[in-house]
T-cell receptor, first 109, second 115 residues
Framework: GENVEQHPSTLSVQEGDSAVIKCTYSDSASNYFPWYKQELGKGPQLIIDIRSNVGEKKDQRIAVTLNKTAKHFSLHITETQPEDSAVYFCAARYNKLIFGAGTRLAVHP | DVKVTQSSRYLVKRTGEKVFLECVQDMDHENMFWYRQDPGLGLRLIYFSYDVKMKEKGDIPEGYSVSREKKERFSLILESASTNQTSMYLC??????????????FGPGTRLTVT
């Protein structure tokens, strides 16, 4: 069945460093790849998404890359700040969203 | 701003009780979803609805049912709560236009404990 694997499960970086989270998906028909950020006590919130006709998308300090051949996509956060600390979820969609297990990112001042 | 509200932030119920979780969205979205979130498992889809009175099973529907009598309200029902249904429950909504994927907006979640 459809599956999304996300790595790492936890990530600890120093403020100002970059952070990379990687996901792989199983359904080659997937055409939409959003990333959600969940802060403590809140529901997930969309931070960036990419569709299958695009290889890379950037929004200020965050970027997402997509390799459809390898069925990989990644989230890149540059110049990390303490407020980036949260749980991040990737997802892939064909007829419904399938979420990864999540990555807990800690940014230390 | 889109707002998705859930009736309770925390809920404690006993095994065998019937439990209702309510979700309301204020943006006239067609699609509504119920997920459960468990550590190490991410978000798993329980049920979703593309229209009033319409419902579709997600990946883990067993032990749950839903009701959508009005467009803005989507209820999740645990017919007979069990301890393995202790979890965080998240409701979400999105626009629904011809199958094109749209951002899902999530509520703050209900942490349910079944004892």
């Amino acid at each position: 069945g459809e599956n999304v694997e996300q790595h790492p499960s936890t990530l600890s970086v120093q403020e100002g460093d970059s952070a990379v989270i990687k996901c792989t998906y199983s359904d080659s028909a997937s055409n939409y790849f959003p990333w959600y950020k969940q802060e403590l006590g809140k529901g997930p919130q969309l931070i960036i998404d990419i569709r299958s006709n695009v290889g890379e998308k950037k929004d200020q300090r965050i970027a997402v890359t997509l390799n459809k051949t390898a069925k990989h996509f990644s989230l890149h956060i540059t110049e990390t700040q303490p407020e980036d600390s949260a749980v991040y979820f990737c997802a892939a969609r064909y007829n419904k969203l399938i979420f990864g297990a999540g990555t807990r990112l800690a940014v230390h001042p | 701003d889109v707002k998705v509200t859930q009736s309770s932030r925390y809920l404690v119920k006993r095994t065998g009780e019937k439990v209702f979780l309510e979700c309301v969205q204020d943006m006239d979205h067609e699609n509504m979803f119920w997920y459960r979130q468990d550590p190490g498992l991410g978000l798993r889809l329980i049920y979703f609805s593309y229209d009033v009175k319409m419902k579709e099973k997600g990946d883990i529907p067993e032990g749950y049912s839903v009701s959508r009598e009005k467009k803005e309200r989507f209820s999740l029902i645990l017919e007979s709560a069990s301890t393995n249904q202790t979890s965080m429950y998240l409701c979400a909504s999105s626009l629904g236009t011809g199958g094109k994927p749209h951002e899902q907006y999530f509520g703050p979640g209900t942490r349910l404990t079944v004892t």
